[in-house]
């Protein structure tokens, strides 16, 4: 069944040709036609048959209701076969729109919607659907919470309610018509200065977390990739200062790619600071964040770089080859199947444009078993090894630290 896709801001609308649904909705009101007079034809004829026999004429009118009974069993059955091929054809056979628990804001965004000029001659569109992740459907009530609201009025505050549907698979989520709360971003400072200034805590919404303030962050393990993260004193030393092995300098990693790098990705988690090192050297990149234990995304934007809210189980939003640089580590070692990692991974390649780096920084590795697994999924995708270090500890744990380059593919 052919479709096109469209990114409109930060939502998808997917259409679909209407020649597929139009042929299939006349096969089945053809059918539903053909059969409901044949049914009639044959009461009809039976009772005009018999109706010369006054013994037979109640038989007749019982015979008639059974026959009127067919007939309306088997309109409704093709009136419920062809909403089902409606969800189909919409993109919607996941979720159920006629539950009484969806809130009608959903149920209008979720609305196909007839293009206004009609049918589109190059093509072949007429209308236009809103999409939502097709896990939403496995979290129903928390969906319609997260669209009930007054419309053109104050959302509620509830961007932790959002985050908890998309760590659940309902990413993206569907927009809404109400004025996201706002916070005073008191005290930025300008660029480049921001890079490493504190943060003022009013600048920030603390709803939804633990702490209420940096001084309950700083020192605190959030995940992996977050130690003391929020403590900008600390971070001052990372990526320019080497504490082992694994450490590798930015400005080595930069070298390696002979002036070329320009914009990148971050998906080692973090507050931004492998965005801010690379900001000054005249390099955007792009951080992935979520606000998982602390304000990530607020945190990093107040710093002048870029957050981007996204979980590591969406494709990523980039059209192929983009990238000079992607910035990696133990967060992308996501839990489940082998093969969940490499559907990221192969995604990490796509946005990675060819002769681009991929800086594996510090990736964790739970065992040597791990380890030969990560270094297997690496080499089926050909890269140059520029840097390839493994640092082992007592207890069988490892990681490993790697600059690769995606090749040239024909």
Same mark, same amino acid.
């Given at each position: ?14 259409? &679909?040709?209407?020649?597929? #649904? ?58 419920? !076969?062809?909403?089902?091929? %409606? ?5 919607? %056979? ?34 236009? =659907? ?6 939403? $459907? &496995? ?26 549907? *998309? ?44 702490? +209420? ?7 605190? !393990? ?24 694994? @450490? ?11 002036? /070329?790098?320009?914009?990148?990705? @971050? ?32 945190? *990093?934007?107040? &710093?002048? =770089? ?28 996501? %839990?489940? /199947? ?25 990736? #964790?590795?739970?065992?040597?078993? /791990?380890? /030969?697994?990560?270094?297997?999924? *690496? $080499? ?9 270090? *493994?640092?082992? +500890? ?17």
């Amino acid at each position: 069944m052919g479709s096109v896709s469209l990114k409109i801001g930060d939502g998808t609308a997917r259409f &679909r040709r209407t020649s597929v #649904y139009s042929s299939a909705v006349n096969l089945l009101m053809l059918f539903s036609v053909v059969t409901t007079n044949l049914f009639a034809l044959y009461a009809f004829s039976s009772h005009s048959q018999s109706s010369s026999h006054p013994l037979h004429h109640s038989n007749n009118i019982s015979l008639v209701s059974q026959h009127l009974s067919l007939i309306l069993r088997e309109i409704d059955s093709s009136q419920r !076969k062809l909403a089902q091929m %409606e969800k189909q054809i919409l993109g919607y %056979e996941s979720i159920d729109l006629s539950r009484p628990n969806i809130v009608p804001e959903l149920k209008l965004f979720l609305h196909r919607h007839q293009l206004p000029l009609g049918k589109d001659s190059r093509t072949g569109i007429t209308e236009m =659907v809103s999409a939502v992740g097709h896990s939403c $459907e &496995r979290s129903p009530d928390l969906l319609s919470q997260y669209m009930s609201y007054k419309v053109f009025d104050r959302c509620p505050d509830d961007w932790s309610l959002g985050q908890k549907l *998309i760590l659940r698979g309902c990413e993206p989520l569907p927009r809404r018509r109400c004025l996201a709360k706002t916070v005073a971003k008191q005290d930025l400072k300008p660029f480049p200065d921001s890079l490493w200034r504190p943060v003022s805590n009013k600048s920030v919404n603390w709803s939804g977390l633990g702490c +209420k303030g940096f001084d309950c962050l700083k020192g605190k !393990k959030i995940g992996s990739d977050c130690v003391g993260c929020f403590d900008l004193g600390t971070e001052k030393d990372r990526f320019v200062k080497v504490k082992g092995k694994n @450490d590798f300098l930015v400005d080595d990693v930069l070298g390696l790619g002979n002036g /070329k790098i320009r914009i990148g990705l @971050d998906v080692s988690g973090g507050s931004g600071t492998f965005a801010a090192r690379m900001a000054e050297r005249n390099v955007t990149v792009i951080t992935n964040a979520l606000n998982n234990g602390g304000p990530f995304s607020e945190f *990093i934007a107040a &710093r002048g =770089v870029f957050p981007l809210f996204l979980s590591l189980d969406h494709r990523f939003p980039f059209h192929d080859n983009v990238f000079d640089l992607v910035h990696g580590s133990s967060g992308l070692d996501v %839990e489940g /199947k082998p093969e969940k990692m490499e559907f990221l991974m192969f995604d990490l390649d796509r946005v990675l444009k060819p002769g681009g780096l991929f800086w594996l920084d510090n990736f #964790y590795c739970a065992s040597d078993v /791990k380890k /030969k697994e990560l270094t297997r999924l *690496i $080499e089926r995708f050909g890269y140059k090894k520029l840097k390839w270090v *493994i640092g082992e +500890k007592a207890d069988g744990q490892v990681n490993l630290s790697a600059v690769l380059q995606k090749p040239v593919r024909v």
